[in-house]
C-alpha cells in the first residue's frame, strides 16, 4: 500500500531523515515543521524516481512513525529500518542530545554490519553554521558542489523558497541537491545495503535526577486502587505516573510521552505526582497533567483546588481527555467542562488548557513547554539564586526566544 513514505513491507526503507526540533513560536502550536516536511516530501518523490526496489518504503522521519506506538521506540524501529541516515545539519542539531543519540544508533548498526559510514550516512547543511564552522568538517559540503547557493544558504532556506517560486535560480539550485540526495539514497540502499537490524530507542531510560532537572512534568491522577467514576479503569496503574489516558490505543504513561516531547527539546525533565511537585516547580519550569476524571471527582477536586491556588505563573496545566470516551459521552464532556473552568480561573489559557486525544496532546506539548521555560526565565524572582541574567549568555536567551 502505497503512503506518504512510499511503499509499506517489512524490507526496511531508504532513507531516515534525522532533525533538531525548533521551539513554536510565541502564539503558534504547531509541533511540524513546515520546511522539513516540503524536503521530505520531495525527497521522497525524487527517491521514488530512482528507486527499483519495490520491497522498500522510501523514507521514514518522526511524522511517518506508526501510531500508536511507544514513541522511543518508534523512532528506534526506523532507524533500524533505514539504509541512509539523513541528518539536517543546523546550529540546534549539533547542540542536540536527541539527533546526537539518533545518529550514535545508526552507526552502531553500520559498526554491527561493518559498512561504510561515509556511503551510509549523508548530512545536509540546513541552515547556516556559526562563523568559523567549517563545512568541510561537517562531510555536508560534498553534497553542494557546483551549487554556491547551498553553501551560501544551506538547503532550509533555499527550501523556503522553492515552496513559492515556480522557477529561478534558487529553486534551480533547491531542487538540484535534493535530486543528487536522492541519487546517492539509491546507490547506497541497491548496491551496499545492510538490511534491517536491530536499533535501541533513542528515548533516555534512565530517571533524571533532581540535581541535573531543568524541567517538571507533574502528574495529577489517581491509581489503580481508587480510579474515579466514570473513567476507564485500564488507564490507571499502581502510581500516578503510570496513567495512560490514552490506554486503549497507546498503552504508554503519559508523563513518558511527554518526556519524549522535552528530550526532543534537549530538556532534562524530571517526572512527580502532585502533591511533591511543589518544591520542584517552586524552583524550575513546570507542566502540570490533568486527569479530568479525577479533577471533576468531589473528593479530589478540592486537592486541585487548592494546588491551582498557590500555582507559579511558569508552571501551565493542561487537562487531558482520552477524545474517545464513547461509553460515557455526556459525563466526559461534563467532566472535561468542569475541569476546563477550574483551570481557566486559575488563570491558563482557554486555547493551552485542554488536550482531547493523543494528536492534539502531542500538538499543544511543545508549545507548553516552551512557554513555561520562558515564564520561568522572564519572571523568578531576581534574588533566586539559580536565576540566570537575561541575554547574560547564549544559552539563555536560547532559552527565551529559541532558535534554529
Request: glycine residues 8%.
Amino acid at each position: 500500500m502505497d503512503t506518504p513514505a512510499g511503499r509499506r513491507s517489512s524490507s526496511g526503507a531508504y532513507f531516515f531523515v534525522s532533525y533538531a526540533q525548533v521551539p513554536p513560536i510565541e502564539g503558534e502550536e504547531p509541533r511540524s515543521d513546515p520546511l522539513v516536511d516540503t524536503f521530505f516530501t520531495d525527497l521522497v518523490t525524487h527517491v521514488g524516481r530512482h528507486a527499483t526496489d519495490t520491497s522498500r518504503r522510501l523514507g521514514l522521519y518522526d511524522k511517518t512513525l506508526e501510531p500508536g506506538r511507544d514513541w522511543g521506540n518508534a523512532v528506534g524501529h526506523a532507524l533500524s529500518e533505514a539504509e541512509v541516515f539523513v541528518p539536517l545539519y543546523s546550529p540546534r542539531y549539533f547542540r542536540g542530545s536527541w539527533t546526537r543519540r539518533e545518529r550514535l544508533l545508526f552507526e552502531d548498526r553500520l559498526r554491527a554490519a561493518h559498512a561504510d559510514p561515509a556511503r551510509h550516512i549523508k548530512p545536509v547543511l540546513w541552515m547556516p553554521l556559526p562563523p568559523g564552522t567549517s563545512t568541510a568538517s561537517t562531510g555536508a559540503e560534498a553534497l553542494g558542489r557546483g551549487v554556491p547557493q547551498y553553501a551560501e544558504l544551506g538547503l532550509g532556506p533555499l527550501c523556503d523558497v522553492a515552496r513559492t517560486e515556480p522557477a529561478g535560480t534558487y529553486r534551480d539550485a533547491y531542487e538540484e541537491i535534493v535530486d543528487r540526495l536522492a541519487k546517492q539514497i539509491v546507490d547506497v540502499a541497491e548496491h551496499s545495503p545492510i538490511g534491517p537490524s536491530p536499533a535501541a530507542s533513542p528515548a533516555t531510560t534512565v530517571p533524571v535526577s533532581l540535581d541535573v532537572a531543568d524541567f517538571v512534568i507533574a502528574v495529577f491522577a489517581p491509581t489503580a486502587e481508587s480510579p474515579p467514576s466514570g473513567a476507564d479503569p485500564v488507564a490507571y496503574g499502581a502510581t500516578a505516573l503510570a496513567w495512560s489516558p490514552f490506554a486503549a490505543t497507546r498503552p504508554v504513561p503519559i508523563a513518558q510521552q511527554a518526556s519524549y516531547v522535552t528530550e526532543r527539546l534537549d530538556l532534562n525533565a524530571t517526572v512527580t505526582a502532585v502533591p511533591g511537585a511543589h518544591p520542584l516547580w517552586t524552583q524550575k519550569p513546570a507542566i502540570l497533567l490533568v486527569d479530568v476524571w479525577q479533577a471533576a471527582d468531589p473528593d479530589a477536586s478540592p486537592s486541585l483546588l487548592q494546588v491551582l491556588k498557590g500555582l507559579p505563573s511558569w508552571v501551565l496545566p493542561v487537562a487531558i481527555t482520552d477524545g474517545d470516551d464513547s461509553g460515557v459521552p455526556a459525563r466526559a464532556a461534563e467532566a472535561r467542562a468542569r475541569t476546563l473552568a477550574m483551570l481557566t480561573d486559575a488563570g491558563a489559557e482557554p486555547r493551552l488548557a485542554a488536550a482531547d486525544g493523543y494528536d492534539r496532546f502531542m500538538n499543544v506539548m511543545p508549545t507548553l513547554v516552551t512557554r513555561a521555560r520562558r515564564r520561568f526565565f522572564r519572571e523568578i524572582p531576581s534574588s533566586y539564586p539559580g536565576r540566570p541574567r537575561l541575554g547574560g549568555t547564549d544559552s539563555v536567551r536560547r532559552a527565551v526566544e529559541g532558535d534554529d
